[in-house]
């Protein structure tokens, strides 16, 4: 499959163009011309032939094709310009704009080069004297050899300059594909460095939780233990007659006993938290502080007078939601400031998501934001997203809280 190197529509309209002048060349020259009529309805024949012939070569995609086409044509062109001797308008029109679409659809530029040496080469040979209809057609003067020599080779330098300027253009949106690719990786390794980094981070917490209860488990504790015994060994030894040590000894053990029964207390309390996970708000909050450690893109966070939790489900959609508006801002509009606020309205939270991104003229939800529609709508919400091209992207949602909460 040959690469196409140049936007269809702008060869198919050189090709009419360039058919249109040798059309209008022959409507003006008819009458200068000794001709008899029936190399009219000829002419138009295979004015015609060339015309189509010209059309259809930008579909075609086999290479073997491509060059029946173009040999064809240059049979026909040079059948064409055989009645019409010095005058070389009809000639050049037609020449020029198969030079530039041998040039643009051949793949390889040794075939352009070898291909328009070819035809520049075959345009000299044909000024030949000829002999049509029993009349000897003029030949062209050297002057005006030179000078379709001349008109052909700024055609076929421009050519391929278009040509460089179509694989640049087509090496451009390549590169910009690439980045698009690599941007969109970037931005799903990004989502998954935040759950990793919220989940690292409670973690670390936990791991930290666990330490604590050990050590105070194993000093505190222990010591106050120790102490107990030790105080009950010295009532035990001390003597009868010592009333008053007795009673100090027993208000010590007992003071001994309530320490180590609120450090038991404690750590029964702590161990529980080992387990919480980071839910709500306070999730939302770490979200947009790992994502903006992570990526540099500011965040500016508002969470108005929305409470810390909005329940188990709503929770969770709700950290799912900014997460994918943040993501999506950098995904697909390149956004630098990025607003995420919350308030409450109607037994339920408002979240808007606004960035300043490039934005779009046509909305295309993808699967993230189609699902996250789906997910906000089974909870009784909604979300709707508007863009602009040059405004970035804006998600609001209502999302109802659960009934305790609220």
């Known amino acids: 499959m040959l690469i196409k ?37 000829q002419f138009y024949f295979l004015w015609g032939a060339s015309l189509v012939f010209g059309l259809l070569l930008p579909f075609c995609r086999h290479l073997v094709v491509r060059w029946a086409l173009l040999l064809f044509r240059l049979c026909l062109l040079w059948i064409i310009g055989l009645p019409f001797g010095s005058f070389l308008g009809i000639e050049l029109s037609l020449f020029s704009t198969l030079l530039i679409e041998g040039i643009l659809f051949l793949p390889d530029y040794w075939q352009s080069a070898l291909f328009a040496g070819g035809v520049l080469v075959f345009m000299l040979l044909v000024q030949q004297p000829v002999v049509a209809w029993g009349m000897a057609m003029p030949v062209p003067s050297p002057y005006d050899l030179l000078s379709l020599l001349a008109y052909a080779g700024i055609v ?62 194993d000093t505190l504790a222990y010591t106050l233990t120790n102490l107990v015994m030790m105080l009950e060994a010295a009532r035990d030894l001390a003597p009868p007659d010592c009333s008053a040590l007795q009673k ?48 540099q893109i500011e965040v500016a966070l508002n969470l108005g007078d929305a409470p810390l939790t909005l329940g188990k489900e709503a929770d969770h959609v709700a950290f799912r939601l900014v997460q994918e508006g943040i993501t999506n801002a950098i995904r697909h509009g390149f956004a630098t400031n990025i607003e995420v606020s919350f308030s409450c309205q109607n037994q339920g939270v408002n979240i808007y998501i606004k960035d300043n991104g490039f934005g779009a003229s046509k909305l295309k939800k993808g699967y993230g934001l189609s699902g996250m529609t789906e997910r906000i709508e089974q ?28």
């Open 5 to 41: 190197l140049f936007p269809r529509g702008m060869t198919l309209s050189i090709t009419c163009l360039a058919h249109l002048l040798a059309y209008y060349q022959f409507q003006a020259e008819i009458g200068n011309l000794p001709l008899p009529l029936k190399w009219v309805d």
């Open 156 to 217: 076929t330098v421009l050519a391929f300059f278009l040509r460089l300027l179509s694989e640049n253009r087509l090496a451009y949106e390549e590169l910009n594909r690439n980045l698009h690719q690599a941007s969109l990786g970037l931005a799903k390794a990004n989502l998954e460095l935040q759950d990793y980094a919220v989940m690292a981070k409670q973690q670390a917490r936990m791991n930290e939780r666990r330490r604590l209860t050990r050590e105070i488990h």
């Open 248 to 295: 100090h000894l027993g208000l010590t053990r007992e003071q001994a006993q309530r320490g180590l029964a609120d450090v038991r207390r404690a750590l029964q309390a702590l161990r529980p938290l080992e387990m919480a996970k980071m839910t709500g708000l306070p999730a939302i909050t770490n979200l947009v502080k790992t994502f903006t450690s992570a990526t």
């Open 379 to 406: 909870l009784g919400g909604y979300l709707e997203i508007f863009t602009k091209t040059g405004a970035g992207f804006l998600l609001s949602a209502w999302i109802p809280m659960d009934r305790e909460v609220s």
